[in-house]
């Protein structure tokens, strides 16, 4: 499994990215797959995740605001942020781990399969 993340970048507050996870390996129908972030000495923390039936989760902190999709035949999970607030910004991590998921799951721990992240800053 390979995960790697693409599409941050600076933006002004109310602005819009669109991340992009290319998950190589991963099996589509059993794995949980998810968005993190981690900014500057605070903890990593979950964002949004899709279970293996296409559902996504999210943080009360980016609900309404962020969505997440997978694209099966590109392998692909993405993350599309909207109205961006600067307490959004951090560095965004892709996760999975393969086994089935039908519920949400946002321990760090759960995750075994992580990308490298890419970061994400809004300014005010």
């Known amino acids: 499994v390979h995960l790697a993340e693409s599409g941050g970048g600076s933006v002004q507050r109310g602005g819009s990215l669109r991340l992009s996870c ?3 390996g991963v099996p589509y129908d ?8 981690q900014a500057p000495g605070k903890e990593r923390e979950m964002v949004a995740q899709m279970d293996s039936a296409d559902r996504g989760y999210y943080s009360d902190s980016v ?3 962020f969505s997440i999709s997978r694209n099966k035949v590109e392998n ?5 942020m909207n109205m961006l607030e600067p307490e959004d910004t951090a560095t965004y991590y892709c996760a999975a781990y393969t086994a089935t998921c ?3 799951q946002f321990s760090v721990a759960k995750y075994r399969y992580w990308g490298l992240g890419t970061q994400v800053t809004v300014s005010s």
Do not use: D, V
């Open 22 to 24: 290319l998950a190589s």
């Open 30 to 37: 059993r794995s949980c797959m998810a968005w993190f972030r």
């Open 63 to 65: 609900k309404g605001r």
């Open 76 to 80: 692909m999970l993405y993350l599309q």
């Open 102 to 104: 039908y519920m949400e």
